[in-house]
């Protein structure tokens, strides 16, 4: 009989044993669950924070040459801030899934950054209005309207077109 009493309190104890462990495992799955889905969200917002200064200007038709200069400005500060990016070509080296950000005027790739206005010695707006007289065969536009393009891998933003009306 002591010896029935100690294989059930044996018993027991490894049932509780195996509850405690499988209520271990739940909880720390659920956790798992929990964090996945808030980095997951602090991503998202982060996109959305990031997208937010192109996007405002996307869709606008009457857009200054300041306007132009200051998105080509972010997208530089964005360029400059990745790994891969090289600012004496202006351009993304080798990667897959990059954000790296390319900004065109009339579908011509217009420089992003600043070196080479300090290269022609000319300041950022003369040397932009410059650049695209020349993609526009000399004529000059005072407008511009902007589309934005996303990465549909990313999320993000990645190219940038402007247009003069």
């Known amino acids: 009989m002591e010896n029935a009493s100690k294989a ?4 027991a104890g490894v ?22 889905e808030t980095q997951s969200k602090i991503d998202e917002n982060s996109v959305a924070q990031f997208n937010a200064r192109f996007l405002q200007y996307a869709g606008l038709t009457q857009l200054t040459i300041q306007d132009v200069i200051t998105v080509k400005n972010y997208a530089l500060e964005n360029n ?5 990016y090289n600012p004496s070509l202006d351009t993304y080296r080798a990667g897959v899934n990059n954000d790296y950000i390319d900004v065109y005027f ?5 420089l992003a950054h600043n070196q080479s206005a300090l290269i022609l010695g000319k300041n950022d707006e003369d040397l932009l ?28 933003v990645n190219k940038i077109y402007f247009y003069g009306t």
């Not at 049932?15 to 996945?36: P, Q």
């Not at 993609?135 to 934005?148: D, P």
């Not at 996303?150 to 999320?155: I, K, R």
Request: one cysteine or more.
């Open 80 to 84: 400059k801030e990745d790994v891969n």
């Open 106 to 110: 009339a579908e011509t790739k217009i």
């Open 15 to 36: 049932l509780i044993g195996v509850l405690i462990l499988s209520m271990a495992v739940y909880l720390a799955h659920v956790l798992g669950e929990y964090a996945a």
């Open 8 to 11: 059930l309190l044996i018993a």
């Open 129 to 156: 209005k410059s650049e695209m007289l020349e993609i526009n065969s000399g004529k000059e536009y005072n407008r511009f309207t902007c589309e934005v393009e996303v990465n549909a891998q990313t999320g993000r």
